[in-house]
């Protein structure tokens, strides 16, 4: 079996035995990747028994089974690049993390590589040291929602192809993929209503204003749990986290 090299962040860890893990690792090249990593946890003179972390970004080496690209790959290397330790100072730049991590791990399919979204993920949690999380995962999901087709369209009805900027009122329907004018809201069955200012700021280049980051998550955590059909675990600490520092990142 040929061995392949790559950039990897863990997004999924499970302790397979006393020694071993199971992961899904994202790399750059190669797409999602479940290795199983036999020993990994094993201790030597030189590290403890520790494994692989959720969120490490590392230099893997692993083989997978030609014809059997479904099965798990066996990890046979990795070299940890990085741990992101400012993630484990603060619980709102962890759990932002984490959610990035999660909706990845779903919302992409094993041996399909998307560079520009591994670039993503790693820019977003090398920037959660200083950036305002909020903002900073909020860029991170547009772009996961562009990269694999997803991605609302939020500057005109996506029922009468009218345009919604300036409007007062805005709904969004995930099923029908964006947003929905004050007239033809009765015809849809799945909606809410949002903040016009959301429809207004989030297809704009940039980073989203800070006070209104937790409105636009809220949007792309509402379409991102209609997609995976249901909601995430993390969002709910995550929104815990954002209120205990007081409604602000």
Known sequence: MPLLKDLAISLRRLDYSETSQVLVLFTREYGQQRVIAKGIKRSTSRRGAVGIDLLELGHVVFSVRPGREDALATLTEW????????????????????????????????????????????????????????????????????????RPELTRCVSCGGGVVGDRVVFFSSRQGGAICRDCEPAAIEKRQIAPAVATVLPRPGPVPAPLAMACFDLLEYHLTEIMSRPSPVARLLRQAWHAAGGRS
């Open 79 to 150: 070299r940890q690049e990085d741990g992101f330790p400012h993630l484990r100072t603060n619980l709102l730049r962890l759990y932002a993390a984490e959610y990035a991590a999660e909706v990845t791990s779903r919302l992409t399919e094993v041996q399909d590589p998307h560079p520009r979204l591994f670039d993503g993920l790693l820019t977003l949690l090398a920037s959660l040291a200083e950036a305002d999380p909020m903002t900073a995962l909020v860029g991170y999901l547009w772009i996961l929602l562009s990269e694999i087709g997803l």
